[in-house]
């Protein structure tokens, strides 16, 4: 069973500080998503990373894929009140499949 | 094409009662897949359709539970005989899986979802 362990599952931080979470499996993964959703709404793609040590950025936002493409990364610098809600880490399996990490719970406060 | 809808976006019923749930995709995506969500955790792989195949059903998933994809487009989700643990957030997303297409390939976009409420 291929497992995506995600930490820390809740971070709370004041404006402006830096955070990273974390994905972390003993599975290959083809390629990695990181969603971000909002109560009551359905996730929304941020990235997807798909060669391994792969930086992407977005903003403050940086992804980063492991370069064995098991595990990946998101730093957030000076973090805004607007990054708050839950981030998601999904691997994408040989078949197209996602599997999920639990999620990390951002709140930042202002 | 504004990206994959769902309806409807709330849901209140009675224990026992039936309720359909309707997901239109991305068009000329062909994956079609279902999730359920309960606070604060990651979505539950509930089903998926490859056009209009179903193609995997997860074994959590109660013979209560069906969904149909006709034509290869829209889909639906029924949950018969509903319960109070159905309460969730029921996501449907929606992928390309093109021959072709190397980034990005079978990427998921998600709907806004529809929330249950089973009283």
């Known amino acids: 069973t291929q497992l995506l362990e995600q930490s820390p599952q809740f971070l709370s931080i004041q404006e402006g500080e830096n955070l990273t979470v974390y994905c972390n499996s003993s599975?290959?993964?083809?390629?990695l998503q990181w969603y971000r959703q909002e109560p009551g709404e359905g996730p929304v793609l941020l990235v997807t990373v798909v060669t391994g040590g792969e930086v992407k950025k977005l903003k403050r936002l940086t992804f980063q894929f492991g370069d064995a493409r098991k595990d990946s990364s998101l730093h957030i610098t000076a973090a805004q009140p607007g990054d708050t809600g839950l981030y998601l880490c999904?691997?994408?399996?040989?078949?197209?499949?996602?599997?999920w990490g639990a999620g990390t719970k951002l709140i930042i406060k202002p | 094409d504004t990206g994959v809808s769902q309806d409807p976006r709330h849901k209140i019923t009675k224990r026992g009662q039936n309720v359909t749930f309707r997901c239109d995709p991305i068009s000329e995506h062909n994956r079609l897949y279902w999730y359920r969500q309960t606070l604060g955790q990651g979505p539950e792989f509930l089903t998926y359709f490859q056009n209009e195949a179903q193609l995997e059903k997860s074994r959590l998933l109660s013979d209560r539970f069906s969904a149909e994809r006709p034509k290869g487009s829209f889909s639906t989700l029924e949950i018969q005989r509903t319960e109070q643990g159905d309460s969730a957030m029921y996501l449907c997303?929606?992928?390309?899986?093109?021959?072709?297409?190397?980034?990005?390939?079978?990427?998921?976009?998600f709907g806004p979802g529809t929330r249950l409420t089973v009283l």
């Open positions: 999904a691997g994408m399996d040989s078949n197209y499949q996602l599997i």
């Open positions: 599975s290959v993964f083809s390629s």
């Open positions: 997303a929606s992928s390309p899986l093109w021959p072709g297409a190397i980034r990005g390939k079978g990427t998921q976009y």
